[in-house]
């Protein structure tokens, strides 16, 4: 099981550095679309109550016609990624009221099935507007949310006494949290002294912006730990051996991508797709 992992995430390791950094904006554009929005829509619809491979087809290919738009008329992002402020603070909100709100998921099931438009495109624009802009900032950003993760997991269980999200995660707590905002200041510090174009007047809110992304990735771990909850399963698919589905790998990236492209944007860093 280690070594399916292992290898299964040096293959991932690999296809993303490489899609990243020799890709053009338009092929990053396709091939990302084909894994989050695409593959991603799969799993959505299956933690979504679409279980026969039919409804579940819908409702992936729901989803992707609503990125159409996007592929070919290319709006300007600020239009895009502003929809994910509501949407995540709804999903703030969500998590703070569970297990209150438990089965109300399944009730609704028609209107989870299509916040995955809500959820999925805006993360994808994201990242393309990211990658137009420089490749470095989506480097940046994964590597963000990556080394929060390790943070969290390490100070959690060195320190960790406070459950964070029992009834969703109860791995994760208040400390491991509080270790993965120190990481990330460091980090954020560290990247925009060195190798992002950040002017020194702005390196005290490109941190601010970083730590909030962060915050709001734990969001995005816990809503995905939310949905499998309620579909009662484990993973959200297993397209990746060892390591889950699709999903399960950009969770934290769901929420962390559109608001840190919207953070550059007030930040006047961003300069368009």
């Not at 039919?54 to 159409?68: F, Q």
């Amino acid at each position: 099981m280690l070594k399916q992992r292992v290898i299964t995430g040096l293959v991932l390791i690999l296809l993303a550095f490489g899609g990243i950094g020799f890709l053009p904006v338009e092929l990053f554009g396709l091939f990302s679309l084909m894994f989050i929005v695409g593959l991603g829509a799969w799993e959505w619809a299956g933690l979504t109550g679409c279980y026969l491979p039919e409804k579940r087809l819908l409702g992936t290919m729901i989803i992707l016609l609503a990125s159409v738009p996007l592929v070919f008329i290319r709006p300007d992002p600020v239009w895009v990624l502003v929809v994910s402020i509501p949407v995540w603070f709804s999903i703030l909100v969500a998590l703070k009221i569970y297990p209150r709100n438990a089965g109300f998921y399944k009730k609704h099931a028609l209107a989870m099935r299509l916040s995955g438009i809500l959820v999925l495109l805006p993360a994808w624009y994201a990242l393309v507007a990211l990658h137009a802009m420089h490749y470095s900032y989506v480097f940046y950003l994964i590597s963000l949310v990556a080394l929060a993760d390790t943070a969290a997991y390490f100070t959690g269980r060195k320190f960790g006494r406070t459950k964070l999200a029992p009834d969703l995660s109860p791995g994760k707590t208040k400390e491991g949290v509080s270790g993965a905002v120190l990481a990330t200041a460091v980090w954020a510090w560290l990247v925009s002294s060195f190798w992002l174009d950040i002017p020194k007047e702005q390196q005290v809110v490109f941190m601010a912006l970083s730590i909030f992304v962060v915050l709001m990735s734990v969001a995005g771990d816990l809503f995905e730990s939310l949905l499998k909850r309620e579909a009662g399963v484990k993973d959200s698919g297993s397209i990746l051996p060892g390591h889950g589905g699709i999903l399960d790998r950009v969770d934290s990236l769901l929420a962390a991508a559109p608001l840190f492209t919207l953070g550059l944007l007030w930040l006047g860093i961003y300069r368009g797709i």
